[in-house]
């Protein structure tokens, strides 16, 4: 995919702040904590990148974390995924999936922001990026103890139909 099909599929299809991530304008503090940016790198080496990693077929890039890794959308099979560079010589094997769609991949982000204990940064992303569950979220990250079931739940809850 060139960066000008996948603009246009970002702005077709989700929310402005990944573009504006692309520009760099308007990101939430969360985007420039975890040093996300541009897919610089991905648009350099995209096609070398899907011979060796025959999945990312068709991937629309979302953003690069600190130029290590691709994070991304398979259209195809509507997965978010994340592969670092380093680990190409591992083939399919070194995708992660992420989500199996938005809803469930801004889950796995914002829980990620969560561990490092940002939750006002978070908070600002999840508004951004249209995350629909962020008052729940809330509401079980703010019990004395984190009930991992609760959150497999709310994973579950907003699988693939989400």
């Known amino acids: 995919m060139t960066q000008q099909e996948a603009e246009t599929l970002l702005a077709r299809s989700f929310p402005a702040v990944w573009l504006d991530l692309w520009a760099g304008r308007n ?47 398979l259209p195809a099979t509507n997965h978010f995924v994340e592969l670092y560079y380093e680990d190409v010589r591992q083939g399919n094997d070194a995708v992660r999936v992420l989500g199996r769609n938005y809803q469930q991949f801004l889950l796995s982000l914002l829980l990620e922001l969560e561990d490092a204990g940002m939750r006002d940064e978070w908070l600002e ?38």
């Open 125 to 162: 992303l999840a508004q951004a990026a249209q995350f629909a569950h962020a008052t729940e979220l809330v509401q079980l990250l703010s019990q004395d103890t984190v009930d991992n079931d609760a959150l497999k739940a709310l994973e579950d809850r907003i699988g693939p139909s989400a």
């Open 27 to 73: 990101t939430p503090a969360a985007i420039g904590y975890n040093l996300w940016a541009k897919p610089h790198n991905y648009f350099s080496g995209s096609q070398a990148l899907e011979r060796m990693v025959p999945r990312l077929a068709g991937l629309c890039p979302l953003f690069e974390r600190n130029g290590e890794a691709i994070v991304g959308w």
